[in-house]
């Protein structure tokens, strides 16, 4: 990775890490969540596509991008390469529906319907909210519920389409992956999990004997981003002074350790994907992680996850989280407000009217489901709601050889003398990754396996 896709990887990284915090201090939720801030991304740049030149440049900026040219060539290239399904029934399982629905006094551009179909895979067309009202939201669900091979249902929930409502974008997105090296379900036993309110449940945990992809920090602080010593001392981590020092300063270091589970990827695919649990080492210590961590640190060690270390207990949840939340306020804390503001925002570009201009087209938006009123002839967001699904259990592809460990003496090998445990028994933070472009697809935390359906009031 050259300097400049480094720079836009760690840009994004950072943008994927403010919009988990924000609907995290939006919500003030405790719960399971899990997002795709790529996805809301994409939402946002198709969106700008409808609106003038100075509403297009202000989510440009939002998004990190220097300009609109450059906002769209990565959002469809990210569409086409890494937000796909496996190219055969090997690789990771990533379905999605996109779809427009518009008040029918307004006609849609055709050039719009026909960038969004090429550009996006996404589907446009107009409705009659007034007369149909709760029609509407069986015909979006139904849609969705066919787009997704029944993975996602229920997509609207009852009342969120009205006869004020003037446009309806819609997206829903489930990942579902199969592991290199699979977990034996035969091992999956009941364990005991902690809460982050002192309680405890039973849930199935998937445990391993093998060999796996660990690194542990200790005494680590982002306000200096530096080890103060190692964990283990066969690991020798480096200099790590260089990071990023952006983030809020922690009164005490802490300690948590980052495991990562490659997924298996077809023979025709080219991605590199894979899970990174981060896991601290104190039981109530998940908070205090997800506000200090941050881009420039993801981005250099992340890749250094590289070596099999033998690991002694190792238990991970199962667990499936479906979270929907309303993004509206997050992104305005992010500084995104034009669009939200009944005056300034400006997407005459969205329609086909008398006296508007042919040329002009929208794209709508892709992992989210927004609706949009008018004000006079004005549009402008009204509400974003995004939906995401992630799934984890036993399931894998052949296992891969992990390399041996020590040398060979006497047909014997040498025990080793670190054995590093995992044993995710209380809440943590994860990220599905592209490795290869530094791509971050989902962020999300579990602190309650069991419950895997938040969906927050819209």
């Not at 003038?52 to 390469?81: C, F, G, W, Y």
């Not at 405890?200 to 005494?219: D, F, G, H, L």
Request: charged fraction near 25%.
């Amino acid at each position: 990775m050259d300097h400049a896709h480094f720079q836009q990887a760690t840009e994004q990284t950072n943008y994927a890490l403010d919009m988990f915090k924000q609907v995290l201090k939006s919500e003030e939720s405790k719960d399971n969540a899990v997002l795709s801030p790529m996805s809301i991304a994409s939402a946002l740049s198709m969106t700008a596509a409808g609106g003038t030149k100075e509403t297009a440049a202000e989510v440009a900026a939002h998004l990190k991008h220097p300009d609109i040219e450059s906002m769209h060539q990565l959002r469809v290239q990210i569409k086409n390469t890494i937000f796909r399904e496996g190219s055969d029934s090997s690789g990771p399982y990533i379905t999605s529906a996109t779809g427009l629905w518009v008040d029918e006094r307004t006609p849609l551009n055709p050039k719009f319907r026909k960038f969004v179909k090429h550009n996006y895979g996404g589907d446009a067309q107009e409705i009659d909210f007034r007369a149909k009202g709760e029609d509407v939201c069986n015909e979006v669900n139904q849609w969705v519920d066919e787009q997704t091979r029944g993975k996602v249902k229920d997509f609207l929930p009852f009342g969120a389409v009205h006869g004020e409502t003037r446009m309806l974008l819609a997206n829903a997105l489930y990942f579902k992956g199969n592991w290199k090296e699979k977990f034996d379900i035969n091992q999956t036993k009941d364990k005991t999990f902690y809460l982050l309110n002192g309680q405890c449940i039973t849930v199935p945990m998937m445990r391993s004997q093998k060999k796996q992809y660990i690194k542990a920090y200790s005494n680590w602080c982002s306000a200096d981003a530096s080890f103060k010593e190692d964990l283990w001392p066969m690991y020798m981590f480096g200099d790590s002074t260089e990071f990023s020092t952006n983030s809020v300063s922690m009164k005490v270091p802490f300690d948590f350790k980052v495991l990562r589970l490659p997924y298996k990827t077809g023979s025709k695919d080219h991605r590199q994907l894979s899970m990174y649990v981060f896991l601290p080492d104190r039981k109530d210590g998940l908070p205090e992680l997800e506000k200090n961590l941050d881009a420039a640190w993801i981005m250099r060690e992340l890749p250094t996850l590289t070596r099999y270390e033998p690991v002694g207990e190792f238990w991970l949840p199962r667990f499936k989280s479906t979270f929907k939340c309303p993004v509206n306020k997050p992104l305005q804390n992010m500084g995104l407000t034009n669009p939200f503001h009944e005056v300034k925002a400006d997407f005459s570009g969205m329609r086909q009217a008398p006296g508007s201009r042919s040329s002009r087209f929208t794209c709508v938006p892709t992992g989210c489901n927004s609706m949009i009123r008018t004000s006079g002839r004005r549009l402008y967001l009204s509400k974003v709601i995004h939906h995401a699904v992630v799934e984890v259990n036993e399931d894998g592809g052949e296992p891969v050889n992990a390399p041996s460990y020590g040398r060979s003496l006497s047909n014997c090998a040498f025990e080793p003398l670190y054995k590093m445990d995992f044993v995710a028994d209380h809440p943590f933070l994860y990220l599905i990754r592209e490795d290869s472009s530094g791509v971050v697809l989902f962020i999300g935390r579990v602190t309650h396996p069991l419950d895997g359906n938040p969906l927050l009031e819209l």
